[in-house]
T-cell receptor
């Protein structure tokens, strides 16, 4: 199993350019997440998905869009990149949590380092 | 709203010292889950432990141990006889919602010197 993979690993954009980050998982997980990590801020949730065809906003969704057309893939789009979006982006996935019972740990991808100049 | 506070930002110890990383959480939910993740210099996030709110037993895994105290809303992590390979950023996280969303603390950078 490859686990959670992210493409690309590094990217430099100019302000106003657009790009899409791809996350893929081969663990048949229902839930997928996009986080950003900034120095001294921990990880903050951008968007998440609880299943194919569904997405929802997290803590810091502005300036990003997402799509989950296939269960194994979760795409993060930046339509018009801004320097404030310079960050390390992590994708994660987990099993479906049965209501009232246990939850599962999230498995993280290796991250994408994005610089917007 | 959920909140995780890791008041220590950076800790530096000499190899073989014991070190405790503090985590304080806030939630109004009675059912919740707490996690610790490790982020070594290579950058990936490694799951260490999950604990639910109904289980206050302390856990030990090798040199790692965790102390969960609901009375003080804390979930502290102790590394015994630290090693250079323990140098990393450690995150505490809280999960309370139906969609398993995690709220992370800001992380603690641990440096273990030889």
């Amino acid at each position: 199993n490859a686990g959670v993979t992210q493409t690309p690993k590094f990217r430099v954009l100019k302000t106003g350019q657009s790009m899409t980050l791809l996350c893929a998982q081969d663990m048949n997980h229902e839930y997928m997440y996009w986080y950003r990590q900034d120095p001294g801020m921990g990880l903050r949730l951008i968007h998440y998905s609880v299943g194919e065809g569904t997405t929802a906003k997290g803590e810091v969704p502005d300036g990003y869009n997402v799509s989950r057309l296939k269960k194994q893939n979760f795409l993060l789009g930046l339509e018009s990149a801004a320097p404030s979006q310079t960050s390390v982006y992590f994708c994660a996935s987990s099993y479906w949590r049965t209501a009232g019972t246990r939850t599962y740990e999230q498995y993280f991808g290796p991250g994408t380092r994005l610089t917007v100049t | 709203a959920q909140k995780v506070t890791q008041a220590q930002t950076e800790i530096s110890v000499v190899e073989k010292e014991d070190v405790t990383l503090d985590c304080v959480y806030e939630t109004r939910d009675t059912t919740y889950y707490l996690f610790w993740y490790k982020q070594p210099p290579s950058g990936e996030l490694v799951f260490l432990i999950r604990r639910n709110s109904f289980d206050e037993q302390n856990e030990i895994s090798g040199r790692y141990s965790w102390n969960f105290q609901k009375s003080t809303s804390s979930f502290n992590f102790t590394i015994t006889a630290s090693q250079v390979v323990d140098s990393a950023v450690y995150f505490c996280a809280l999960d309370t919602g139906a969609n398993s969303k995690l709220t992370f603390g800001k992380g603690i950078t641990l440096s273990v010197r030889p």
